[in-house]
Each structure stands twice: as structure tokens, then as C-alpha cells.
């Protein structure tokens, strides 16, 4: 039945020929932040997760999920709330493809592009539902592997999807649901869609990654690494 509903959202899914779906974010408390050096900078993210929009963006060949600051002018709290909430660089990738793309600008490494393979998660439909948005949407639950230098960590990820809105997509291109996922929830960062355009008419902004400087998450830990060996010697 799974399959089923899923083989039927995706054929659905050609009839949106494009979509800009807005978000806004929320950061909640966390214990592993609630004391030592990183307290008051969490504080400060919380305090200004909700001046930052996000847009999910996409048209008939290619999906981006980036950023836009309320703001004018950038602030401390703004770029710490995006850092903390891991969407601090715009996501991108060509639908006919199973690769994700990253641009980075970073002081030390420059800017480059890296790119990975689609995650494809093993999600739990469960029965709840709720209105967002004005949509009736389901929940489903999974977990997501993340390792970085830090180690390995297990993170429980709750998402909202809206089978009326026949896109398998949402925050942080998290996929593989029979619906648009209208409210994502990871650990402690919650993104819950505010406005939802189907087929707009004006052109939608795609934020295209730089392929001329791809990496690979291996190839940018080596130079760190690498730069990290070089200031000790």
C-alpha cells in the first residue's frame, strides 16, 4: 500500500510544473547547549530563528532550498540561528538525478561545491494527522545517520506531509514521502511551512551551485585536516 500511495504521488507530481513553498524556523531548547561555552550563542540563535525565511524552490528538472534574511542587513544571531540549524548553505539537485549539491563559502577553504548521494530514508507512516497551512497532513517518523568530525550520531527526524500536495520533497530536501512535507522536525530545529504557492506564474529563484568545484565530503575533511597539520608544523 506504501508503494502504492508513493507510485501515485510521484505520477501526480508532474502535473506541478513548478512550486515555492515559504518556511519559517524554529529553534528549541537543547540540553547539549544549555550550559558550557556554546550557551549564550545558542541563545542568541533561538532569539532570531524566526527573522530567517526559507524557500523551497523548484520547477520541472531542478529542486533548492535556501535562505532569505528578514533582516536588511545580516545580524550575529541570524547566521548563528542558520549555522546551528544546519541550512546555513542552499541545497540544490537535478531531479532526474540521486546527488545532492552544496555551495560553500568558507574563510579557510574557499568556496567549493560538494556533492553527495540522495539519503533515502526508511519512513514510518503513522495514523496522526493535523492541519497546516490549511492542509490535513500526516506524520511519519525516521532516523537520520549523521557523521562528521565530532563522530557518528543518530538523529530522530518527524515529518509532516501533505498528500493533497503531491511532491515528494521538503526542508533540507529530505524526500521519499507520498506528500510535501509541510512541517519538518530534527532534534531540536523545526521548519513549519507559512505560504504555499502551486504553478506561480513568475519565474522562481534557483540557486545553482558552482560544479566546477565539486568535493567530496572525504576530500574536504583531508584539507582540513591537511590545513589544521600545516598551523601545528
Do not use: H
Not at 1 to 9: A, D, E, G, Q
Not at 79 to 105: R, V
Request: overall charge neutral.
Amino acid at each position: 500500500m506504501k508503494l502504492l500511495i508513493f507510485l501515485i504521488s510521484l505520477s501526480s507530481f508532474s502535473q506541478i510544473k513548478n512550486a515555492s513553498i515559504d518556511y519559517i524556523l524554529t529553534i528549541g531548547e537543547d540540553d547539549l547547549y544549555s550550559n558550557g561555552d556554546l550557551k549564550v550563542a545558542y541563545k542568541n540563535a533561538a532569539e532570531y530563528a524566526n527573522q530567517i525565511n526559507f524557500k523551497l524552490n523548484l520547477n520541472e528538472k531542478e529542486i533548492c532550498f535556501f535562505s532569505e534574511n528578514k533582516l536588511e542587513n545580516s545580524d550575529s544571531g541570524v547566521e548563528l540561528a542558520k549555522i546551528f540549524s544546519g541550512s546555513k548553505n542552499p541545497f540544490y539537485m537535478l531531479l532526474n538525478t540521486n546527488k545532492i549539491y552544496q555551495s560553500f563559502d568558507d574563510l579557510i577553504l574557499g568556496k567549493y561545491t560538494v556533492e553527495k548521494q540522495i539519503s533515502k530514508y526508511e519512513w514510518k507512516l503513522e495514523n496522526e494527522s493535523k492541519i497546516i497551512s490549511g492542509f490535513k497532513c500526516f506524520k511519519a517518523v525516521t532516523t537520520d545517520v549523521v557523521q562528521n568530525r565530532s563522530g557518528k550520531f543518530n538523529f530522530l527526524v518527524t515529518a509532516w506531509y501533505c498528500p493533497e500536495i503531491p511532491i515528494p520533497y521538503g526542508p533540507l530536501l529530505y524526500n521519499g514521502l507520498p506528500g510535501l512535507i509541510l512541517e519538518l522536525n530534527r532534534r531540536n530545529v523545526v521548519y513549519g511551512a507559512t505560504k504555499i504557492d502551486l504553478n506561480p506564474k513568475e519565474i522562481l529563484t534557483i540557486l545553482k551551485p558552482d560544479l566546477s568545484i565539486i568535493k567530496t565530503e572525504e576530500e574536504i575533511t583531508k584539507m582540513r585536516e591537511d590545513y589544521i597539520n600545516s598551523i601545528k608544523n
